[in-house]
């Protein structure tokens, strides 16, 4: 029997495991950074296969931490996309550097590295790439470009929990790195949540050991360290810190999730097949581009319109038939925080005269936000909902 019950966009699967687990952590009398950040920072090491993983407050502390990591500072360029959420380019602003946004390529919405020659200067110190909604960017491409002009490489992988990419002839999970570090998000709208929450995973001991220190105010001994002591402890404050912590609320929740993200992601794929196939009736829509060397955990699933729909309009007749949608992912430049701001176009002050909030450089940028329709895709999503869904679009579209 078909219901008609309200989709939304994503759904996080909770159930009475991570309930359980977070009534044990109440019950322990230790909340904050404790025992269970260290065993689930063990756990997601394990998992992405990767030497150090540092358990912090999300994915945008994260990214701060491991730009600040890396040497970004006052003055300095970085290389990205304006195509991301926007807490992507605020993090290369925390540092008090300048982000300097690269177009993308059209079927995979990631880092075009052809625009690469044409953004770097003497000022440029890293690319902050994104692997967005979950599918790996160009990594081949992108880090012996940056390695040979001395550049630290920071993933933004807050979508990619459980992706993998083709590296060195066998297939490897994002967060092993391939750059210097990456940063994971814990957000409910990713596939692994606690909330809140983030995760820095590196190879880089040096990198590992800053991350631990100013998550935490810059001081030389965790309280839960102080804590178990049978010695009198005093703590310094070695450097200027900040309060990042994750608590162990929060990785109580998370070490559940990890668990689940073999059975969630293999799940997502088998959904997103499905989907491919009953939207091939849909005339015109476009489906992304999975390259060979790429499995998405398909965070997302972002199609293109055809150019003669009205993405709102659109939009609008699905949720009154009860499915709510995204439209496609933000451009950092194109909105107040960013447009009054000289790095709006990437070439610097005044260099591209554009108008504020559009910018022919990142067209394809532009593009994928106002064509992009984000369809529900969640663990219970089912076969039935999935073809009301496509059913619905397909009326919609016809409508345009
Ligand atoms: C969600 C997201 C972030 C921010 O993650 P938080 O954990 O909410 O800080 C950063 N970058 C991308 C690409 C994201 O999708």
């Known amino acids: 029997m078909a219901t008609n019950a309200f989709l939304p966009v994503a759904r996080p699967w909770i159930d009475e495991r991570e309930v359980q687990a977070v009534r044990r952590v109440l019950e322990s009398g230790w909340l904050t950074q404790g025992p269970m950040v260290e065993a689930f920072e063990r756990e997601f090491a394990q998992f992405v296969q990767t030497p150090y993983a540092c358990a912090v407050s999300s994915c945008t502390t ?12 006052p003055g300095d360029e970085v290389i990205t996309v304006s195509h991301s959420f926007i807490a992507t380019a605020n993090s290369i602003r925390y540092c008090g550097a300048v982000p300097v946004f690269a177009d993308i390529e059209p079927g995979t919405f990631n880092l075009d590295p052809t625009c690469l020659d044409s953004l770097i200067s003497q000022r440029t110190k890293a690319v902050l790439c994104v692997h967005q909604m979950g599918m790996p960017c160009d990594m081949a491409r992108i880090v012996p470009w940056a390695r040979a002009h001395g550049l630290a490489i920071i993933e933004d992988a807050a ?4 992706s993998e990419i083709f590296w060195d002839g066998r297939w490897e999970k994002i967060g092993k790195p391939h750059g210097d570090a990456a940063c994971f998000s814990f957000h409910p709208r990713k596939l692994l949540t606690t909330g809140d929450g983030g995760m820095i995973t590196t190879a880089r001991k040096d990198i590992e050991e800053k991350c631990r220190l100013w998550r935490h105010h810059g001081m030389s001994v965790p309280d839960a360290v102080r804590h178990a002591s049978p010695h009198v402890v005093f703590e310094s404050y070695e450097t200027l810190g900040f309060n990042y912590r994750m608590t162990d609320i929060q990785a109580a929740v998370g070490r559940e999730q990890l668990r689940k993200i073999p059975q969630i992601v293999s799940r997502r794929r088998l959904q997103v097949q499905r989907y491919r196939e009953m939207l091939n009736s849909v005339v015109n829509i476009v489906f992304p581009e999975e390259p060979p060397w790429a499995r998405s955990n398909w965070q997302s699933l972002c199609v293109r319109l055809p150019v003669l729909c009205d993405q709102a309009k659109v939009m609008q007749f699905l949720l009154e038939k009860g499915i709510a949608t995204r439209r496609g992912i933000m451009c ?4 107040p925080a960013y447009f009054q701001e000289p790095w709006s176009c990437g070439l610097g002050p005044g260099a591209c005269g554009c108008p504020p909030g559009t910018c022919k450089r990142l067209k394809h940028s532009e593009e994928a936000q106002d064509r992009g329709l984000i369809l529900p895709l969640f663990h219970d999503l089912t076969e039935e909902d999935q073809r009301r869904v496509v059913e619905t679009l397909q009326e919609a579209c016809a409508r345009c």
């Open 62 to 73: 994260a990214l701060h931490l491991a730009l600040r990591a890396v040497g970004v500072g």
């Open 159 to 162: 979508c990619a929990i459980g």
């Open 332 to 335: 950092a430049h194109r909105e």
